[in-house]
Nanobody
């Protein structure tokens, strides 16, 4: 059974930092692009950051560029999202995803975690 399990969410004040982690099991994702998405209440799920299977290439949504950093450890089968200078509008459930394409489109990702809540207070 393939599982992606996120951790590291929580409550933080605006301007603070959080580091999300995603651990994969049941399958290696070392050759798969990975991504982070988020969904705020009443809004559609949106792309946050993506990383190529090699880890060499990354890309970000404009709203988080310069504040968030995605990284991966192929040996440990993990992906992380370092979030700095958090804003109240970053409040959402954050999802890790494993895909078949280096993409910002949710339908290019086959495997999803259950999500972790990030709440940024003003």
């Amino acid at each position: 059974q393939v599982q992606l399990v996120e951790s590291g969410g929580g409550l933080v004040q605006a301007g603070g930092s959080l580091r999300l982690s995603c651990a994969a099991s049941g399958r290696t994702f070392s050759r798969s692009p990975m991504g982070w998405f988020r969904q705020a209440p009443g809004k559609e799920r949106e792309f946050v950051a993506g990383i190529s299977w090699s880890g060499v290439s990354t890309f970000y949504a404009d709203s988080v560029k310069g504040r968030f950093t995605i990284s991966r450890d192929g040996a440990k089968n993990t992906v992380a999202l370092q979030m700095n200078r958090l804003k109240p509008e970053d409040t959402a459930v954050y999802y890790c995803a494993g895909g078949k394409s280096y993409s910002a489109r949710a339908y290019d990702y086959d495997y999803w975690g259950q999500g972790t809540q990030v709440t940024v207070s003003s």
